[in-house]
T-cell receptor, first 117, second 116 residues
Framework: AQKITQTQPGMFVQEKEAVTLDCTYDTSDQSYGLFWYKQPSSGEMIFLIYQGSYDEQNATEGRYSLNFQKARKSANLVISASQLGDSAMYFCAMREGHRGGGFKTIFGAGTRLFVKA | DSGVTQTPKHLITATGQRVTLRCSPRSGDLSVYWYQQSLDQGLQFLIQYYNGEERAKGNILERFSAQQFPDLHSELNLSSLELGDSALYFC???????????????FGAGTRLSVL
C-alpha cells in the first residue's frame, strides 16, 4: 500500500543555513509523482517542488531542491539559505495512478521547521 | 494566490446539519481534488473529478458527496454532520498546463468547518 513517512516531527535551523527534510515513500507502482508543500501558520498549502518517478535529474525550484533517490525510495527536500519566512509545516506527498483513471495523493504527517535568527 | 477559489472561508454549523463547500479551479484546470485536514487524521485525500467525471476516491465517508459541474467548479456536500467532521477542507486543481507541470496540484485557501 501507498505510504509516506516523515520521521522528523520538528526541526530547528539557523537562518542562512541549509536544512534537509526527510521523506521516504512506499509504492509498488512504476509511475508516480512526489511533491513538497509548505503550510505556514495562516493555513494555506503552498506548492514548492515536484519530481516525477521517471525524471532522472533532481528537481530544483529556486532555494528548494529535491534529493530523489529512487532505489532508496526517498525524496528529501533541501532548503538552502534558510530565511525566517521558511518557518512552517512541510508536507511530502505522493501521487499514484488510480484504477478509475485518476490519481490518488497521500500526504505524510509533516515536519515543522523553525528558523532561528 | 494559487488561482483556486474556495467559499466560504469559515462555516459554523450544528451536528446533524448539511453543508455545501464550493471550489472554483484555476483557469484551464480540468481536475479537482478534495482533501480533509484534521489534527488527528492529518491530510486525507477524499475524491478527484476530471472534467465532470469522478476519477479517484479516497477516504470519503458515505455521508459526503461531491460533483463537478460543466463549468468545472466543484461542490463537496457534507451531511448528517458530526463533531468529528470539524476540519479544514481543501480543494486543489491541476491539469491545465502541459508536460510535468500538469501534475502539480494547486490548493485553495480552504474552508474551515466547525461542527458544534
Amino acid at each position: 500500500a501507498q505510504k509516506i513517512t516523515q520521521t522528523q516531527p520538528g526541526m530547528f535551523v539557523q537562518e542562512k543555513e541549509a536544512v534537509t527534510l526527510d521523506c521516504t515513500y512506499d509504492t509498488s507502482d512504476q509511475s508516480y509523482g512526489l511533491f513538497w508543500y509548505k503550510q505556514p501558520s495562516s493555513g494555506e498549502m503552498i506548492f514548492l517542488i515536484y519530481q516525477g518517478s521517471y525524471d532522472e535529474q533532481n528537481a530544483t525550484e529556486g532555494r528548494y531542491s529535491l534529493n530523489f533517490q529512487k532505489a532508496r525510495k526517498s525524496a528529501n527536500l533541501v532548503i538552502s539559505a534558510s530565511q525566517l519566512g521558511d518557518s512552517a509545516m512541510y508536507f511530502c506527498a505522493m501521487r499514484e495512478g488510480h484504477r478509475g483513471g485518476g490519481f490518488k495523493t497521500i500526504f505524510g504527517a509533516g515536519t515543522r521547521l523553525f528558523v532561528k535568527a | 494566490d494559487s488561482g483556486v477559489t474556495q467559499t466560504p472561508k469559515h462555516l459554523i454549523t450544528a451536528t446533524g446539519q448539511r453543508v455545501t463547500l464550493r471550489c472554483s479551479p484555476r483557469s484551464g484546470d480540468l481536475s479537482v481534488y478534495w482533501y480533509q485536514q484534521s489534527l488527528d487524521q492529518g491530510l486525507q485525500f477524499l475524491i478527484q473529478y476530471y472534467n465532470g467525471e469522478e476519477r479517484a476516491k479516497g477516504n470519503i465517508l458515505e455521508r459526503f458527496s461531491a460533483q463537478q459541474f460543466p463549468d468545472l467548479h466543484s461542490e463537496l456536500n457534507l451531511s448528517s454532520l458530526e463533531l468529528g467532521d470539524s476540519a479544514l477542507y481543501f480543494c486543489a486543481s491541476s491539469g491545465g498546463a502541459s508536460g510535468a507541470t500538469k501534475n502539480i496540484q494547486y490548493f485553495g485557501a480552504g474552508t474551515r468547518l466547525s461542527v458544534l
